[in-house]
């Protein structure tokens, strides 16, 4: 092999390199902010966890709230939880997150509770609004798109939330699939068709007579 050929071979393995230690960290960062509050993570806790130096992780994203900027992105998971045609979005949506839950022991959805700088909470929701909410309500037919994709993410990170975060008894002990056949149904009427008037007639006021 050419000196040149060499070169370009150990350029290649630096490049891999670099970039699997770039997603190790930003899968810690994901973990970290979906389990724990903004104010609490710190970039030694990360580079500790991703087994680099503190020095490292501020190489590559230059201050924690660049690194929480783009951990808390939703391109590639709102593409994976949307990635179903409609008639079966629910399960598909339920199935995904509780795979992810399973893989990463973190989940996209619940970095929205865990906003406390102002800064990183409005990059946030920014992605939040509009890399799934609205990719979504886009999707739907019929009135009331936009309350109808809302109410199918508060679902859904009402779900994270109580199985990693909260972790209570029922949710977390609770097998997926039997969880998958319980909350599907529930998101897919919501998807399906606009929302229901309620049967029970609002109270009158009295007459002003």
């Given at each position: 092999?050419?000196s040149?050929?060499?070169?370009?071979?150990?350029?290649?393995?630096?490049?891999?390199?670099?970039?699997?230690t770039?997603?190790?960290?930003?899968?810690?960062?994901?973990?970290?902010?979906?389990?724990?509050?903004?104010?609490?993570?710190?970039?030694?806790?990360?580079?500790?966890?991703?087994?680099?130096?503190?020095?490292?992780?501020?190489?590559?994203?230059?201050?924690?709230?660049?690194?929480?900027?783009?951990?808390?992105?939703?391109?590639?998971?709102?593409?994976?939880?949307?990635?179903?045609?409609?008639?079966?979005?629910?399960?598909?949506?339920?199935?995904?997150?509780?795979?992810?839950?399973?893989?990463?022991?973190?989940?996209?959805l619940v970095?929205?509770?865990?906003?406390?700088?102002?800064?990183?909470?409005?990059?946030f929701?920014?992605?939040?609004?509009?890399?799934?909410?609205?990719r979504?309500?886009?999707?739907?037919?019929?009135?009331?798109?936009?309350?109808?994709?809302?109410?199918?993410?508060?679902?859904?990170?009402?779900?994270?939330?109580?199985?990693?975060?909260?972790?209570?008894?029922?949710?977390?002990?609770?097998?997926?699939?039997?969880?998958?056949?319980?909350?599907?149904?529930?998101?897919?009427?919501?998807?399906?068709?606009?929302?229901?008037?309620?049967?029970?007639?609002?109270?009158?006021?009295?007459?002003?007579?």
């Open positions: 092999m050419s040149t050929g060499a070169a370009t071979t150990v350029g290649e393995d630096q490049r891999r390199d670099a970039c699997a770039r997603e190790a960290i930003l899968k810690v960062a994901r973990r970290r902010f979906s389990s724990c509050g903004y104010a609490d993570v710190t970039l030694r806790d990360i580079a500790a966890e991703a087994e680099v130096s503190a020095a490292l992780v501020v190489k590559y994203f230059g201050s924690k709230e660049n690194l929480f900027a783009e951990a808390s992105g939703f391109e590639q998971d709102a593409e994976r939880l949307l990635d179903c045609e409609l008639p079966r979005l629910g399960e598909h949506m339920v199935r995904t997150l509780l795979d992810h839950h399973e893989r990463t022991q973190g989940d996209p970095r929205a509770v865990f906003t406390s700088s102002r800064s990183a909470g409005a990059q929701r920014a992605n939040f609004e509009h890399q799934l909410v609205t979504l309500a886009e999707r739907l037919t019929g009135p009331d798109a936009r309350l109808r994709a809302e109410l199918v993410c508060s679902v859904l990170m009402g779900l994270g939330a109580a199985r990693l975060v909260l972790r209570t008894q029922a949710i977390s002990g609770e097998p997926k699939e039997n969880l998958i056949a319980i909350t599907a149904p529930l998101i897919q009427n919501w998807i399906d068709g606009p929302l229901r008037a309620s049967a029970v007639e609002p109270p009158r006021l009295p007459s002003a007579d």
